[in-house]
């Protein structure tokens, strides 16, 4: 199914109370293959193929269980001779010829590096989005691998979080749209085809919610909260095909993840209608241990089995521990089957039975030109352009010198991003190499890096950055954050530049000389202080192999930015958690609240007035969601409605007449927003149903329009239904999640 037949089938779903059994579509023949198989298995080879080990760098010690049965998923096994090798010993000497099935991260690239998911999410593109992951699986596959865990679909709301980086933001539309454009670049046309590779969404779910921004911790989402912003991403993810899961680390209100059958159950399986398997995190069965919600790995096992999950990566407490279980009746041997059943019936739609071996075919795919171009083109359409006074960008043919400092300019491992394991740096293009290929010898560069790299504090070199920038005529100044520094577990609770990189843009800034911030990280930055010391920024995010091309195109003007933010920029972390999709507040602020310094002294003690916002911070971000800047200019009019009154069956038709007010040809994202006004519970002050990227010449018009079936406004309500409430409405076709004007309809029954 392509993406926009699984948006309107989930949207079909959404009258139901919920989204019952999706569409039976097990095949018969397969179906009937796992059975003769699971008759012939003892349980010891059933545990087998619920084990997951990590490639371990002898050979000997793997081939002894593989051939006893032992191990059905091998993770970070990357060279094809030695996977054909453990292969052959599943298909030709362990007793029944199970394959094995290859695992790997490959998050945003296998050889060839994308933009890190957030920077993905950026270009509001499902398409680029779904061709990066079509690379990524041409390239992993030709290694042998045929498994990825990946998309990583938590909406995350929290830019301390490391892993915000491997997200699509704190959006939950902009996630399922994502997720799916993921799914179907990574298993193709048909998972059986040598090139595709099984997805798995995770983390299953609400990870990205943990308390503090502070990786592994809890979280404390609601069932309403969960359902309505959590979960869709995951419910779209399932009903595009997605062949496994992964259950998450946290545990919600108390509950772990991987021993939680409410949601592996209930909701994935009985709502859903999911019949792949869930695979645990890497040992995060273990690791109810440590959380305290087992008392030893007897304990772990049962409660990870029966609710749900089906493979174990890497913590063989399944192996050890289910047997004795199956004897006591505490897990039941159906239960065993269920769970082979479901690995047994990936492993067959993977075609792994029949093509168990992979052809090395490495040479010809990995970094192949394509693949490079499409690279630069996700990289071109992640950077984001915050600032441009005075149209400083892009350079033209009167800028004869640049100064290019930073310790970003030329990292070419730094630009990669979090959870690269393959991508090598030898292949970066760094801006420094591809700004240099660009001008050749009709502008002079500059290299003076400053810092050595982000976190350095050394200011010894700030000078001389300082000394370059002013004998140049356009200061390029690539600051951010060392790949290591966003991803798992690196989470911060600072978000400003790292090292002494703020001191090197004042310097800058203090030239005189037109300054240009390129700032290459792993999450929002609080910049505010950098951007008002700039007079251009560009946010690219970690933009992979191809980042410096891109990035140079964008500062001459051969390509013309147009990504959004994927998530709110905050202007200090004080405000997080921050997100536009906040619950109105019964005092909403009124933006012209007093702040700090506008206290008298020994003011009176009020509430009289007040609203929801800070003293010190205001209550806008410093960018808000979906905004992003152009070399043109973009006019919104005119917006009209099919009806002003719907039904809850109807489709509302929204359009709006785009126009290309400047003198370049520019791509616009449209958003659409709706706001539910009354609801049985509160409900956001805007969410995202629709988005377009629209575009036009220079005086170029055209009608933008959106087609929302008025389903799509279904949310769980106080008797946690999903349901649409009739009432009143507003809707905004907006350039970001701030703007636009309020456009009132109702729906009446
Ligand atoms: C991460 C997962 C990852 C797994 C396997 C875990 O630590 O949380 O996202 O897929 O490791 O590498």
Known sequence: MKIAQILSASALCLSLVACSQAPENKDAVIENKINALLNQMTLEEKLGQMNQISASANIEEMTVLIKKGEIGSILNEVEPRRINALQRVAMEESRLGIPLLFARDVIHGFKTIFPIPLGQAATFNPQVVKDGARVAAIEASAAGIRWTFAPMIDVSRDPRWGRIAESCGEDTYLNTVMGVAMIEGFQGDSLNSPNSIAACPKHFVGYGAAEGGVDYNSTYIPERRLRNVYLPPFEAAAKAGAATFMSSFNDNDGIPATGNSFILRDVLRGEWGFD????????????????GFAADTKEVAMKAVNAGVDMEMVAYTYFKELPGLVKEGKVKEETIDEAVRDILRIKFRLGLFDNPYVEDNTAKMFYAPSHLEAAKQAAVESAILLKNQGEVLPLDASVKSVAVVGPMAD???????TWVF?????????????????????????????LAYSRDKNKAGIAKAVAAASRADVVLAFVGEEAILSGEAHCLADLNLQGAQCELIAALAKTGKPLVTVVMAGRPLTIANEAELSDAVLYSFHPGTMGGPALADLLWGKAVPSGKTPVTFPKMVGQIPIYYAHNSTGRPAKHNEVLLNDIPLEAGQTSLGCTSYYLDAGFYPLYPFGYGLSYTTFKYSNVELSAKELKVGDVLTVTCDLENTGKRPGTEVVQLYVQDKVGSVTRPVKELKRFARISLKPGEKKKVSFDLPISDLAFWNIDMKKVVEPGDFSLWVAPDSQSGEETPFKVVR
């Open 276 to 291: 792949g398997f869930v695979v645990s995190d890497w040992a995060s069965t273990g690791e109810m241990l440590a959380h």
């Open 411 to 417: 990292a070419p491992y730094e630009q990669l991003g």
């Open 422 to 450: 393959d991508g090598e740096k030898s292949h970066t293009v760094t801006p420094l190499a591809a700004i240099r290929d660009l001008v050749g010898n009709k502008v002079q560069v500059i290299y003076e890096p400053g």
